[in-house]
């Protein structure tokens, strides 16, 4: 074999990715949670979501955001122009991490350890799906996309240079819109992540 032996190079792919995250025990959420759910989507996506992390129907699916967060993100991408097929989808954190009430399973943010662990996956992920925008939706997701504490209400709709070569975007979380209690602010709030998304849109190829 050559010197270079140019399977050195290889660039990682994504099924392999997959399939390595699926045995992950970078922290101890793989304990309690079905399985690992790993991003899905387009291998060279020009747009990457990234969301917090799996809820009790990713979980059980082995997909993200097919749940009730899922349906309004489906919404808004439509409304946006958007095929979700023509993104990448992943959470800054791949196990689903939550404490048993009763019959259901009660959801619980992740802490700065379980982020910080689950990194490389979206590092190694960002550097195969290789997208021209990231989109990080919510709080955890931004924490991850920066590396640091990032508050949404000031930074939201505006776009930053990541060091990987690409712009991020920051929005809300859709959860947080299935939340708001109030129809008015949930309107408005809705109408802003939509305008997120269609700026997230002029970045698709
Ligand atoms: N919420 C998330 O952040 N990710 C999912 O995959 C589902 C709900």
Redesign the pocket.
């Given at each position: 074999p050559a010197a270079h032996a140019p399977d050195l190079f290889i660039k990682e792919n994504l099924a392999d990715l997959r399939e390595e995250a699926a045995h992950c025990r970078a922290c101890h959420l793989y304990k309690n949670a079905t399985q690992t759910?790993f991003g899905e989507g387009a291998a060279h996506a020009a747009v990457m979501f990234v969301?917090?992390?799996?809820?009790d129907k990713?979980d059980l699916a082995g997909r993200?955001?097919v749940?009730p967060?899922?349906q309004v993100l489906d919404r808004g991408l439509k409304e946006a122009g958007i095929a979700r097929n023509k993104t990448y989808i992943t959470?800054a954190v791949k196990h689903f991490k939550f404490v048993p009430r009763g019959k259901i399973r009660l959801h619980q943010k992740p802490t700065t350890p379980e982020i910080k662990a689950c990194r490389p996956w979206y590092e190694r992920e960002l550097a195969t799906v290789k997208p021209a925008l990231v989109v990080a939706?919510?709080a955890t997701a931004a924490q991850c996309v920066f590396g640091k504490i990032t508050p949404i209400g000031k930074n939201r709709g505006r776009l930053f240079d990541l060091a990987e070569d690409a712009k991020a975007l920051v929005t809300v979380?859709p959860?947080y819109l299935l939340r708001l209690p109030d129809p008015d602010s949930k309107e408005r709030e809705y109408k802003q992540f939509v305008s997120d998304l269609k700026l997230a849109a002029s970045y698709l190829r």
């Open positions: 759910v969301g917090e992390q799996p809820g990713e993200p955001f749940g967060a899922g959470n939706m919510g979380h959860s």
